[in-house]
């Protein structure tokens, strides 16, 4: 099924943690922005049960977010390292699928590491 591109309404960015200099002749560990991208995003945390095979055998999550991004070949999205960023919220990705691997659209399962400010 190709990608309705008027749903991916939400722009996110794709961050991931790296080695930048310091200005001292050494390195020091930050965040960098790789790329800003439409998304998709639901939250799924409530549909999630013990038996949910959706996050490849994980456990529930508390709030779990699935984003839906247009495939890109050279976008490529790596688990457990890049985070998401929306709305000043973070969320650990914990998956990504290439749906019905067709290579038309990409499915990530996300959890949020932030919570919002109340």
Do not use: C, H
């Amino acid at each position: 099924m190709p990608v309705n591109s008027r749903k991916l309404q939400r722009r996110i960015e794709i961050v991931t943690y790296g080695n930048v200099a310091d200005g001292f002749g050494g390195f020091t560990v930050s965040e960098t922005s790789r790329v800003k991208r439409w998304s998709e995003i639901k939250d799924v945390s409530a549909n999630l049960n013990n038996s949910s095979q959706d996050l490849v055998g994980a456990r529930v999550f508390d709030s779990a977010y699935k984003f839906t991004f247009r495939y890109g070949q050279n976008k490529v999205i790596t688990p457990l390292v890049d985070n998401i960023e929306f709305k000043g919220l973070k969320y650990l990705i914990q998956s990504v699928t290439n749906e019905n691997l067709k290579d038309i659209k990409t499915v990530v399962y996300a959890t949020a590491i932030d919570t919002p400010n109340e």
